[in-house]
């Protein structure tokens, strides 16, 4: 944990921030913060900057506040991702969000197998719960946005445009594809969505349905990645080629 | 498992290949593969091809193996990561090998839990099936070496030169640093060795040792990664960057 995140509900009246659970635990237990000295902190999707410990005790830790600096900035980038196996979510979520990226959208897929949808991964608190841990790990205070549809072809036919706007560059990272990243102009987009497919891939009724709805097809090279190491190797190349919106450089 | 492995020792005389096992159980119940079929193969340090199945049965899979194809290209890089978390591990030793790295170190370092020595992740069999899958998925059927080295000095002083060789480009991604992967010459450079520190990065006296050894530092930017997401993202970015010896592009 590199930044301890402070919700609207830790703040009193005076300005001061009271902190209980899993996070005063942590400051007593791992950061051992004495009284007098500084942690680093930030409002969940406000400003960071550092918490004087005032008290630091059983069951509380009391902080003077001091927000001053932004959060780094954000990525640009959406994700459509195919829902991936629990265990595969699991490792994609905190990554997602120490990633700065704003939206992700989980879709069903012929290659999704229906199982997941019970898994407890996908319940709006354990989703949030993976995200926290990202935004604590980058020192970010900004979570994405995660939505779950059930239906592919409704939610591209209907909802697309209106959730990534029309003016985000589309991109599909497919094995089919011959052109690489570097083609795309990713570098000049004013924002991206990836749609990154299940094990297995998109099938050709999807990515045909992407393709139409203007998602450029390039490829990833003959390595063919786990969503877990996908999503994070596309993020990195992004962020690479973007100049003035990367995430991933000062 | 989208190639299946082949070892010496599953090659008959007549050269078919004979499996039993994990590989058998997994071409039977998840692939399905019926006598005439043909699967997706590869000789572990060789080159890549087909298996046409001749018997699929309780206990054995018999193939008619053909390989014809060399499997994808090396990333030219090589890593020296300060042990990771065993959790960790886990996940970064199968994305290693799926992205084509050639050596991996895990070496000790000063924010090195002492207690990782002692994990069963370490242990040689454990690592080599955790490569395994990684190769299976990426369809590469060359194993990176992976050395576990308990003393950070002596390898450095003594070790590096020999095992990496000196013509490396020497990189050390280091929160620190100012200047963008970007400025490192890492296009050129005709291999590439990555210095990946531990949970809450190396102490000055390692980065400082590392930096007299040759080693560039450069920023990824205000995000603080964990280490299973930090080694895709660099593996991605400096793949993207390289042109002739990149993996991702083809």
Known sequence: ?????????????????RLTGRRAQHAREVLRAEPGE??????????????????NTADTLRLRVSLTEPPPERAGVDLLLAIPRPKALKKVLPAVASLGVDRVVLVNAARVEKSYFDSKVLAPAF???????G????????LPEVHV????????????????GRDALRLLPHPPARQPLTTTGVERAPRVVLAIGPDGGWVPFEAELLAAHGFHPFTLGPRILRVETAVPVLLGQVALLRDNTSSLRT
């Open 1 to 17: 944990m590199n930044l301890l995140l402070l919700f609207d509900e830790d703040f009193l009246p005076d300005g001061t921030a």
């Open 135 to 142: 935004l604590e790990q980058a020192r970010d205070t900004r």
């Open 127 to 133: 989703v949030q719960e993976l995200l926290l841990q």
């Open 38 to 55: 500084t942690l680093r902190v930030g409002r969940l999707g406000g400003l960071v900057g550092t918490g004087e410990v005032l008290e």
């Open 149 to 164: 549809r059930e239906r592919f072809r409704p939610f591209i036919e209907d909802e697309l445009d209106t959730l990534f």
